[in-house]
């Protein structure tokens, strides 16, 4: 089982910056993908952005440009780095780790979530 833990969340002010990181337990055997969601009050989770295992990247529409994923080179961390945050960025953000594993069905390990809250 892998444990993912979170850091980086807080109060800051509109146009701030933030960086989120989130390290594994372990290292991650068979690994896909690395990403960022968020899930704001009354709103269901969304997509922030995607780190595959090849490096490429891919970010929702509402902070491209502001926001960049990374991860370590062991793959056993990944962090969102955020810039010019706005108010409705405001969200708890959970880091997530797909695998596809050989048998070609995929699993997902989620973090415990940090919360991200931008003054306007």
């Known amino acids: 089982q892998v444990q993912l833990v979170e850091s980086g969340g807080g109060l800051v002010q509109a146009g701030g910056s933030l960086r989120l990181s989130c390290a594994a337990s372990?290292?991650?055997?068979?690994?896909?993908?690395m990403a960022w969601y968020r899930q704001a009050p009354g709103k269901q989770r969304e997509l922030v952005a995607t780190?595959?295992?090849?490096?490429?990247?891919s970010y929702a529409d509402s902070v491209k440009g502001r926001f960049t994923i990374s991860r370590d080179g062991a793959k056993t961390a990944v962090y969102l780095q955020m810039n010019s945050l706005k108010a409705e960025d405001t969200a708890v953000y959970y880091c997530?780790?797909?695998?596809?594993?050989?048998?070609?069905?995929?699993?997902?390990?989620w973090g415990q979530g940090t919360q991200v809250t931008v003054s306007s």
């Open positions: 997530n780790i797909r695998r596809r594993l050989p048998a070609g069905y995929e699993d997902d390990y």
């Open positions: 780190i595959t295992s090849g490096g490429s990247t």
């Open positions: 372990r290292t991650i055997l068979f690994l896909n993908s």
